[in-house]
T-cell receptor, first 108, second 109 residues
Framework: IAGITQAPTSQILAAGRRMTLRCTQD?????MYWYRQDLGLGLRLIHY???????GKGEVPDGYSVSRANTDDFPLTLASAVPSQTSVYFC???????FGDGTRLSIL | GQNIDQPTEMTATEGAIVQINCTYQ??????LFWYQQHAGEAPTFLSY??LDGLEEKGRFSSFLSRSKGYSYLLLKELQMKDSASYLC??????????WGAGTKLIIKP
């Protein structure tokens, strides 16, 4: 999706490891979001940021942290990955929200 | 609590019309969104309704009734490429999106 880039595209990770999912936009939108999408549960908000320097907790923030040092970057960190964090992660920006292509993360 | 309900799965025939319903109960309302998501891909924005009534955009139309907490997405002249999941989302009083689980639409020839 033009304007927002996520990396990596997919990753297999051992439980207990630390992992940072990267998200960069080039549209300079203030609002950015991280969601996870699991079969049958729909999209659930992990963390959000309304502007650079501020972040907030969503519906399922436990086990995740974010930072927003500047307008363009909004990384999501799993400090110590657990198998229940296996999911597809989407980074969004703006209103209406536009999605990155997603990161497919498997925790073994 | 906040809740978005939509059917899990629907089946329709190529060339026909299908209506996907969405009902919601949220703390506040700042608009309703519909997204399309093909398997293995990210959702893409289809429509936004904030006032009651019908919004038409080509083969797709979206309707909203705020008093009933109800919306539908109408797809006309169905094509095989319309096979996808359709996600309903409501912006609540904090402008956060509350998402439905999605409706998987299967198009048969």
């Amino acid at each position: 999706i033009a304007g927002i880039t996520q990396a990596p595209t997919s990753q297999i990770l051992a439980a207990g490891r630390r992992m940072t999912l990267r998200c960069t936009q080039d549209m300079r939108h203030n609002a950015m979001y991280w969601y996870r999408q699991d079969l049958g549960l729909g999209l659930r908000l992990i963390h959000y940021s309304n502007t650079a320097g501020t972040t907030g907790k969503g519906e399922v923030p436990d086990g995740y942290s974010v930072s927003r040092a500047n307008t363009d970057d909004f990384p999501l960190t799993l400090a110590s990955a657990v198998p229940s964090q296996t999911s597809v992660y989407f980074c969004n920006r703006g209103q209406p929200q536009h999605f990155g292509d997603g990161t497919r993360l498997s925790i073994l | 609590g906040q809740n978005i309900d939509q059917p899990t799965e629907m089946t329709a025939t190529e060339g026909a019309i299908v209506q996907i319903n969405c009902t919601y109960q949220t703390s506040g309302f700042n608009g309703l969104f519909w997204y399309q998501q093909h398997a293995g891909e990210a959702p893409t924005f289809l429509s936004y309704n904030v006032l009651d009534g019908l919004e038409e955009k080509g083969r797709f139309s979206s309707f909203l009734s705020r008093s009933k907490g109800y919306s539908y997405l109408l797809l006309k002249e169905l094509q095989m490429k319309d096979s996808a999941s359709y996600l309903c989302a409501v912006s609540d009083s904090n402008y956060q999106l509350i998402w439905g689980a999605g409706t998987k639409l299967i198009i048969k020839p």
